[in-house]
């Protein structure tokens, strides 16, 4: 199947947030695209309207995780009836599969990577892995389109062995292994305010060992905010992992409690 020449034909995102706006502008340059929102404020609505009578070829799937993200992918289907769904949310571990098992349509799912306020150039600067379960019939078609699609537009791809892969190492090997980094400078950060020394001055005796070796990183102990790092632990229930989300919520008390000693000390 070939359609990039036929007009009549289009892509669909749906979920025109910090992933999916920089996606639909990406994709729109190489091939009909339009994106839907339930904020209309957000969606070209003259220009959805327009493409509405096209066939959707894919619908890529930007829209927050939530216990009713299944029933919203399967509604997506229902409702517009694509030929290929790629989830590029963060999903909690096994909904791919778990998906799929209720559709013949394939779900192709491609984690996200990047920082939000320059997502549209790390689309381009990352590979975009994906991943497609081997048991659905449309399998080497799904990835056929999926990588046509990107390639046009510019983003490199690689494909993983199975959906669960690529959940786990969007969660476990992305943020959470970064949130993991940053507890350790919290960590380091507030044993060096124990003994009231200076946290980079601490730090430089590892500054040569992280040039040569690459194994020392030194991370800015700041407060883990977001809605990328905390709330995805939730998506992979692991009691160790939860130790992010503690020593995140132990470090800011003891930053809040350092600094209302230091105010009271100027006040005297």
Known sequence: MVFFR????????????????????????????????INTKLMNTNEYNKMQDFKTIIAHICIPYSKKFEDQVLK??????????????TVSVGTTESIQKKTKTPIIYSATRGVHKRMISDLKRYTKFFSVERTVPNASWAKRIYTRRLHKAGIRTKNMSSPKTL??????????????????????????????????EMWSFSDEIHKYLGNRPKMHPG??????????????HDQTLGLIKQINQTYEKKINSTKKSI?????K
Not at 18 to 34: A, Y
Not at 76 to 89: A, G, N
Not at 176 to 184: A, D, E, K, P, T
């Open 6 to 37: 036929n007009r009549v034909n289009k892509d669909l995102v749906i979920g025109l947030g910090e992933i999916g706006k920089p996606i639909l502008k990406i994709l729109s340059r190489s091939f009909p695209t339009t994106g839907f929102d």
């Open 76 to 89: 997506i289907i229902s409702s517009h009836k694509p030929e290929l769904i790629v989830i590029h949310s």
């Open 167 to 200: 959940e786990l190492a969007k969660i476990i090997c992305d943020t959470s292994y970064y949130g993991w980094l940053i507890n350790y400078a919290q960590l380091s950060n507030m044993i060096a305010i124990e003994h009231k020394v200076s946290f980079d």
């Open 223 to 236: 407060f883990i905010g977001g809605h990328c790092v905390i709330p995805n632990l939730d998506l992979i």
């Open 263 to 267: 105010k009271k000390g100027i006040k």
